[in-house]
């Protein structure tokens, strides 16, 4: 059984940090590309960043490039997301996604999803 399970997130101030991490469990971590995305009361899921299975290759979505950084450790099967410089726009549910073929910015593309974890940004 697959699970990935964020955890991570919380209140900061605008201005602040915080690292989201997803841990995954029951598959080949480093067999999968993976992604995180966001979701904010009433809007579509979106892509934020996503990461090759190999941590070489990376994407940002324009709202985040410059404040983010998506980052793996295959050994210990998690992914990372360091978020600085936090906005109250970046308010959202935070989900991770991992897909056996290349990663995308489209969420049907992904074939497994973790349950989110919460991030608010405070102005």
């Known amino acids: 059984q697959v699970q990935l399970v964020e955890s991570g997130g919380g209140l900061v101030q605008a201005g602040g940090s915080l690292r989201l991490s997803c841990t995954a469990s029951?598959?080949?971590?480093?067999?999968?590309?993976m992604g995180w995305f966001r979701q904010a009361p009433g809007k579509e899921r979106e892509s934020v960043a996503h990461?090759?299975?190999?941590?070489?290759?990376?994407y940002y979505a324009n709202s985040v490039k410059g404040r983010c950084t998506i980052s793996r450790d295959n050994a210990k099967s998690t992914l990372y997301l360091q978020m600085n410089s936090l906005k109250p726009e970046d308010t959202a549910v935070y989900y991770c996604?991992?897909?056996?073929?290349?990663?995308?910015?489209?969420?049907?593309?992904?074939?497994?999803w973790g349950q989110g974890t919460q991030v608010t940004g405070s102005s």
């Open positions: 996604a991992a897909t056996i073929r290349a990663a995308t910015i489209r969420p049907g593309s992904y074939d497994y």
């Open positions: 029951g598959l080949t971590f480093s067999n999968y590309d």
């Open positions: 990461i090759t299975w190999d941590g070489r290759m990376t």
